[in-house]
């Protein structure tokens, strides 16, 4: 099938996603379409970040909806609150000419104003599951009414479905989903770049009414789960000199011009190394959890506008996100679950362009390395391109003493503390 109208979409849909400049259905795009809105079928989807995932499960849908626009029809729910805009965003520009209504509720944002939102009954709600759950746990039946609008809809999807089906969201997905309607009067599509046993246990039993679609088990052409246009580089160095490697890495020839993401495990590194860049006069923004949500907004526009060219984040960017430009992902901190390393990987070298991922090795990474390499069936290559000399000369000592004074000016502005405060209130039903 060559066109969105021969997948069964109405031709108002196909005349949206035409004038967003998709006009030719991506593989599991193909696949999904026809199964969710001709044959009714519930849906577990796989394929890479990039391939149009949120397309697969909007448009049909959208369409269904269009047939009687009244009243919550779906709800989609996803880990951050980054990638839930991303897919509200979406959802408006698709139904534009519908007069669509949705809802984007995620922590981090006014909570009485959502309540106004919620009450206008929205024909959509993209939420990330803390901040939902905490809306259900106060619903008042006489304002807002949210449990009996949640009790007609006929979707639900979960996108990045493994990473919602953890510990970590087991309780307020809970909530969620005990005041939806039962499986077998809603659709319920499941979304993911890994598709793990969680994911394909909720089809046990069920496979009449559940389609599986998995891109080539989510591996590129020649097998591998890393695309073939995404070079993998490692470098081993001293843990006390990571950040001098850095700011040669990022102003070398190579790199100058390249839009990079640098992931880091810990929020205080992520604050500390865009301090330090900043001072370097390197145009960098950052994306962690501990900002409040405007900012984190406003430093994602930035990075997508090229007013900075590189974000330093933890892995609340690490999934779904479209920034189609970048060129480099740089792991400062190896992840310690493989997939966080695919996930981070997946921010460049999409859609058929080429990337690097380079990895920064110190002697007590070396057993992460090795578990992440047995999970992608292939070795990392060593990079070349820098040395030792190069780096105490260029880099070394503006790099100490830009770092020393950012860590000097955290601590006089207790950042340490406002993130002990910040960890504080979200134990308090207020997570997202």
Known sequence: MSSFKQLGLPNWLADSLNAMRITTP???QRHCIPEILLNGKNCIGGAKTGSGK?????TPMLSQWSK????????????????????????VALGANMNIRVS????????????????SKPHFIIATPGRLAHHIINDDPLTTNLINSLQRLKFLVLDEADFLLTETFASDLQTIIKVLPQKNKRQTLLFTATITDQVK??????????????INNSKDNDGSIIPSTL??????????VKEAYLYHIITS????????????NRTHIVEMLRRTLYKLDIRVTSLHSQMPQQERTNSLHRFRANVARVLIATDVASRGLDIPQVGMVINYDIPMDPDTFIHRSGRTARAGKNGDSLSFVTPKDVNRIIAIEDRIGMKMTEFNQIYDTAVIKKSLNKVTRAKRESIM????????????????KNNKSLRS
């Open 26 to 28: 991506t593989e599991i």
């Open 54 to 58: 949120t397309i697969a499960f909007a």
């Open 68 to 91: 009687d626009p009244s009243g919550l029809f779906g709800l989609v729910l996803t880990p951050t609150r980054e990638l839930a805009q991303q897919i509200a965003e979406q959802f």
């Open 104 to 119: 984007l509720i995620v922590g981090g944002e006014n909570y009485i104003k959502q309540n106004i939102e919620l009450s």
């Open 201 to 214: 246990s909720l089809s046990s039993g069920d496979t009449e009414k559940f389609f599986t679609y998995e």
């Open 231 to 240: 070079s993998l580089y490692y470098i081993m160095i001293p843990e006390h």
């Open 253 to 264: 020839t190579q790199y100058l011009e390249s839009t990079i993401i640098i992931f880091c």
């Open 409 to 424: 000016m955290m601590e006089k502005e207790g950042f340490g503390e406002r993130r002990s405060n910040q960890r504080s």
